[in-house]
């Protein structure tokens, strides 16, 4: 889908060009389509199931498979884990530890494109989160870390064609893969996710790997004096794209988190920047954020609730980091108005539900400051709704996005993350020096 609408219903149908579909017809990876899609998923215990099960039945015995419409961080544990792992026997391909492309991508491309990927990876983190429950999934981290490498591409070219660091392109490299365009936002997700498993498991593999991603996202800034709004990270690493909310925002919560741990002020910096520019070049009179300015200097006035949600979250880390109440009050301006605009009118059920994990997970951030409990209150009403009306039999989540499909992993692993979240799992794991 084009920039215009602000957003990717599916990453391999809206970002690659004729190059890519000539590649593709050269050298199409040969899945076979009978391999199994089940995976070796961690799972928890029979008994510690049964247990959650019990927890579940006992909140509404007349119906075991309808919950209660007051499901707890218990039931919300076993939601987390039954829609993991109804994720992992229908959609992953454990022979490559990644996830198959639905019918929503070009033919011959049978291996998922790094946006569905990174949202399985986020959800992993999230159910591993789970305090006692997830402990048990600890494996399944590294499992995504392999899967991740096939994304990985070395010779990457910037904008203007100058050499750039390391990075992680949109569709598997060779040999699994025919490669594809880079983008800065999908390089964000990564970054988050590595520094979520960094902060579950302390491993320092992940924490270099969101360094290395964040110093690329930095050569993807808009160095030209002519731009209109001249600054921001372009959204694909090609001349002539757009500069976006969610290529900056995310990007610079994902600074700010390496700055939590590390203290390198590079990090703080080059975050704060690209903080400064959404807010001065995207901001609406509301303090909500649009979606992106065009090469010809038109903006983009989509209100997608991830472009809301990762700036409230970088505002809330930029007050942890420096201890500046104004960054605060701007988050909490921004989560406001968000949280009037999206719960009228079913606006949030407008949105792609990974697009809602993402700002609930950035909204329960800026809660454990605030302690504002409108924020959990909007979750589990959107969770509720969702486990009753888009669960289908299979455990998997439908609820295709009305502006041209989601992938299916991109149906389902929102809602672990979701339902882990409310089950206890913290939303952003920051260092001590940030708390």
């Not at 949202?119 to 159910?127: I, K, Q, V, W």
């Not at 993807?220 to 690493?237: L, R, Y």
């Not at 472009?307 to 109440?325: E, F, H, P, S, V």
């Not at 606006?347 to 950035?362: C, G, K, S, T």
Request: glycine share 12%; charged share 15%.
């Amino acid at each position: 889908m084009p920039p215009a609408v602000g957003r990717n219903t599916d990453r391999s149908r809206s970002r690659i060009g004729g190059r890519l579909v000539q590649a593709l017809g050269a050298g199409a990876l040969s899945l076979a389509m009978t391999t199994p899609m089940a995976g070796p998923a961690a799972a928890a215990s029979p008994g510690q199931l049964a247990h959650l099960a019990a927890l579940e039945t006992a909140q509404n015995p007349a119906s075991p498979a309808t919950p209660s419409r007051q499901a707890g961080p218990r039931v919300d544990a076993r939601r987390a884990v039954v829609t993991y792992q109804a994720l992992q026997r229908n959609l992953y391909l454990p022979g490559y530890s990644l996830y198959p492309c639905d019918n929503t991508c070009f033919s011959g491309n049978r291996l998922g494109t790094l946006w569905p990927f990174s949202n399985a990876f986020a959800a992993t983190g999230y159910l591993v989160g789970i305090r006692g429950v997830g402990r048990r999934f600890t494996g399944d981290i590294d499992a995504r870390n392999r899967g991740l490498a096939a994304y990985y591409d070395p010779h990457e070219t910037g904008p203007t064609g100058q050499q750039q660091l390391p990075a992680y392109a949109s569709i598997a490299e060779p040999p699994l893969g025919p490669g594809g365009p880079t983008f800065y936002d999908d390089n964000a997700w990564v970054a988050l996710d590595e520094l979520y498993a960094y902060g579950l498991t302390r491993r320092t593999g992940d924490l270099r790997t969101a360094e290395g991603i964040f110093r690329f996202v930095v050569s993807g800034w808009d160095t030209s004096p002519a731009t209109s709004c001249p600054g921001g990270v372009f959204w694909e690493d090609v001349a002539g794209s757009p500069r976006n909310t969610i290529s900056n925002a995310p990007n610079a919560e994902a600074g700010l988190l390496i700055y939590l741990d590390t203290g390198q002020s590079y990090y703080l910096r080059w975050a704060r920047k690209m903080y400064d520019w959404v807010r001065g070049c995207l901001r609406n009179p509301d303090g909500m954020y649009y979606d992106h300015i065009n090469p010809d200097g038109t903006i983009n006035t989509a209100l997608w609730s991830y472009n809301q949600g990762t700036m409230i979250g970088a505002g809330a880390l930029l007050y942890q980091a420096t201890g500046n109440r104004g960054y605060l009050r701007q988050a909490e301006q921004t989560a406001s108005a968000s949280v009037s605009y999206y719960g009228g009118d079913g606006n949030l059920y407008h949105q792609p539900e990974v697009f809602d994990a993402i700002f609930f997970r950035n909204l329960w951030y800026l809660a454990g400051i605030t302690h504002n409990p409108a924020y959990r209150q909007m979750t589990a009403s959107y969770a509720e709704t969702a486990w009753r009306q888009d669960r289908q039999a299979t455990g998997l989540f439908s609820d295709p996005d009305p502006s041209g499909g989601e992938d299916l992993v991109n149906q389902t692993a929102p809602m672990v993350e979701i339902y882990a979240l409310l089950a206890g799992s913290p939303p952003m794991i920051v260092s001590a020096r940030g708390r």
